[in-house]
């Protein structure tokens, strides 16, 4: 699967910082829902949120597939994340890897 450029910047951040991560993980037994990436260990997502204005994720049918995705994930006991390209920073991805202790 094609990356888009704000997963290919995060796969080079958490790389870069040496952070343990799975790209494109299937979470659902039945459905065919991936993370942009997992952080299997403890169960933390983060999915790169591309075309903010305009996009298909912001418009109705696009916000409410993701609302349910999202919520699937939380029952499942997952942490979603969510990023725009302008918060995948080194800073913001040390945060986030002491959040999920490691």
């Known amino acids: 699967?094609?990356?888009?450029p704000g997963e290919a910047l995060l796969a080079t951040q958490?790389?870069?910082l040496k952070i343990a991560h799975t790209p494109e993980f299937r979470f659902h037994d039945t459905r065919k829902w991936r993370?942009?990436?997992a952080h299997l260990p403890s169960k933390t997502a983060v999915e790169v949120e591309?075309?903010?204005w305009?996009?298909?994720?912001?418009?109705g049918d696009g916000?409410?597939?993701?609302?349910?995705?999202y919520f699937e994930a939380h029952i499942r006991g997952w942490r979603?994340?969510?990023l725009t390209p302008n918060l995948i920073t080194p800073e913001n991805?040390?945060?986030l890897a002491m959040r999920m202790s490691i």
């Open 1 to 4: 699967m094609k990356q888009s």
């Open 14 to 16: 958490l790389r870069a």
């Open 35 to 37: 993370f942009d990436f």
């Open 50 to 52: 591309g075309k903010v």
């Open 54 to 59: 305009g996009g298909r994720h912001t418009r």
């Open 63 to 69: 916000f409410m597939a993701d609302a349910e995705k």
């Open 80 to 82: 979603v994340v969510r």
């Open 93 to 95: 991805l040390r945060a």
